[in-house]
């Protein structure tokens, strides 16, 4: 029986691809002293044993040891019993352990590393955060741990505290969540101006990132929800248009990671809008470099990029939905 479910690549050991070898997209002209250019590794992934295909991918993660974890993967570990079939997002904690968000759904769920052990759960599967507790109802944003379309999670390293982005698409929920480390509700809050939350992360300073997807925009808080700043995003369509006006084509705020230098300087921001990836200097705000070949599927090309994570070397994986493949950028200069 086919079931989406995940998988585990191991960063930097795999066997060369026979694609297209030597094909590379250079980095933007925009790229300044000290920021890293990336060009796709041809040599990763390696194909997936036992004749395994990949799906249209959601979400990307990298854990401790760098390895890379991927979602919506066919013919791989999962009970669909206990998991959703559209998984979204992932999150490893500080012990390793794998948070998952579906959407939609009404739960987020913790594994052991391996993936053989459901741990925790937050939230009732098939029970929505809706008028009459099914997809079809109203979404309530209501103060509960129970959810519509989370679309993000992240558990702060500290206090055990679990953010869960709840608003994946129009139609849904539209708020930020917190629990605390047993599953009880802290807190929550809308942030403005958003039909969808579709992604969110924590810095190590406790800044909270969340991305207006259909408003080109990462907006900025505290812990509590307290708004910060924006960090704007423009954008200019891959294609111009033939009547001259640009048209949306997955929001330019769509999901982000962060360097792991200990001041996280650079976010990595997938825009689908002109299918690149944006190098953001955190602080400032300002758009660095971006790199990505534009919409395509030749290598460093992307069919609507969903998921991005980056590793303790800097490199940047990439997860994409309808072009059903991961690609690994990899550093080459400076």
């Given at each position: 029986?086919?079931?989406?479910?995940?998988?585990?690549?191991?960063?930097?050991?795999?066997?060369?691809?026979?694609?297209?070898?030597?094909?590379?997209?250079?980095?933007?002209?925009?790229?300044?002293?000290?920021?890293?250019?990336?060009?796709?590794?041809?040599s990763?992934?390696?194909?997936l044993?036992?004749?395994?295909?990949?799906?249209?991918?959601?979400?990307?993660?990298?854990?401790?040891q760098?390895?890379?974890?991927?979602?919506?993967?066919?013919?791989?570990?999962?009970?669909?019993?206990?998991l959703?079939?559209?998984?979204?997002?992932?999150?490893?904690?500080?012990?390793?352990n794998?948070?998952?968000?579906?959407?939609?759904?009404?739960?987020?769920?913790?594994?052991?590393?391996?993936?053989s052990?459901?741990l925790?759960?937050?939230?009732?599967?098939?029970?929505?955060?809706?008028?009459?507790?099914?997809?079809?109802?109203?979404p309530?944003?209501?103060?509960?741990?129970?959810?519509?379309?989370?679309?993000?999670?992240?558990?702060?390293?500290?206090?055990?505290?679990?953010?869960?982005?709840?608003?994946?698409?129009?139609g849904?929920?539209?708020?930020?969540?917190?629990?605390?480390?047993?599953?009880?509700?802290?807190?929550?809050?809308?942030?403005?101006?958003?039909?969808?939350?579709?992604?969110?992360?924590?810095?190590?300073?406790?800044?909270?990132?969340?991305?207006?997807?259909?408003?080109?925009?990462?907006?900025?808080?505290?812990?509590?929800?307290?708004?910060?700043?924006?960090?704007?995003?423009?954008?200019?369509?891959?294609?111009?248009?033939?009547?001259?006006?640009?048209?949306?084509?997955?929001?330019s705020?769509?999901?982000?990671?962060?360097?792991?230098?200990?001041?996280?300087?650079?976010?990595?921001?997938?825009?689908?809008?002109?299918?690149?990836?944006?190098?953001?200097?955190?602080?400032?705000?300002?758009?660095?470099?971006?790199?990505?070949?534009g919409?395509?599927?030749?290598?460093?090309?992307?069919?609507?990029?969903?998921?991005?994570?980056?590793?303790?070397?800097?490199?940047?994986?990439?997860?994409?939905?309808?072009?059903?493949?991961?690609?690994?950028?990899?550093?080459?200069?400076?």
């Open positions: 029986m086919k079931k989406k479910t995940r998988v585990l690549f191991r960063a930097g050991t795999c066997a060369a691809l026979a694609i297209a070898a030597g094909i590379f997209y250079p980095p933007s002209s925009r790229a300044q002293g000290g920021v890293p250019k990336y060009e796709v590794d041809l990763w992934p390696k194909p044993p036992d004749r395994w295909v990949l799906g249209g991918l959601g979400g990307v993660c990298v854990d401790a760098d390895h890379v974890l991927v979602l919506n993967v066919l013919n791989s570990w999962g009970d669909p019993k206990l959703e079939a559209r998984l979204h997002s992932c999150h490893f904690d500080k012990d390793n794998v948070w998952i968000g579906s959407a939609p759904s009404g739960m987020v769920q913790k594994y052991s590393h391996d993936g052990k459901l925790f759960q937050i939230g009732k599967k098939g029970v929505f955060d809706s008028s009459d507790g099914t997809v079809k109802g109203q309530l944003n209501s103060n509960a741990a129970q959810f519509f379309m989370p679309s993000s999670i992240f558990v702060d390293r500290q206090n055990g505290d679990v953010y869960v982005a709840d608003g994946e698409s129009r849904g929920n539209r708020r930020v969540a917190v629990m605390d480390l047993n599953g009880k509700f802290l807190r929550q809050w809308q942030p403005d101006g958003m039909q969808t939350v579709h992604c969110m992360t924590v810095a190590n300073d406790g800044s909270v990132y969340v991305c207006n997807r259909e408003g080109s925009r990462i907006q900025v808080y505290d812990k509590m929800g307290h708004f910060i700043k924006n960090i704007e995003v423009p954008w200019k369509p891959y294609t111009p248009p033939p009547d001259g006006k640009p048209k949306e084509s997955g929001g705020a769509v999901a982000l990671d962060f360097s792991h230098d200990s001041n996280q300087r650079f976010v990595y921001l997938i825009n689908q809008n002109n299918s690149r990836i944006e190098i953001i200097d955190r602080q400032s705000g300002r758009i660095l470099s971006s790199f990505g070949g919409v395509g599927h030749f290598p460093g090309q992307f069919d609507q990029p969903h998921g991005i994570a980056v590793d303790s070397s800097g490199n940047v994986y990439v997860a994409e939905n309808r072009g059903k493949r991961i690609q690994k950028f990899k550093i080459v200069g400076l």
